[in-house]
């Protein structure tokens, strides 16, 4: 999939009087489905959704004004969490969502020192994927 180009920066919470956006996401999942889902959902709820697929999709994807990443850790050329990490090197103040069906306690607790947002574990229920992005 390739991503659609996001336009210019906004506020977290606020919504664009001119657009009527609430908020960017980008969604970084492999499974289609899911990924297909999760951009129906937001984008019906008002906000603008990119969808790839990749590490390598999603690191150029963090120079653009995002407010929030949906951040799957399962990805197919490496782990998610180079993504969170990247984040975390720039300063960068957005809101990241990890997506996991992991249950490995060991690897919760390195992702821990990343500082992720939150944490929704796979299958997501959708008032915690709201609520976790910050619109209801």
Known sequence: MSPRQPAGSQSRA???PTTGIKCRVLIVEDDVVSASALRSILTRKGCDVLTVSTVADALPLLAHPLDVILLDLMLPDGDGAA?????????STVRVVVTTALADPARLLELRDLRPDRVLRKPIELVDLLDAIGIM
């Open 83 to 91: 993504v969170l990490r990247e984040l975390r090197r720039r300063n």
């Open 14 to 16: 606020a919504i664009s």
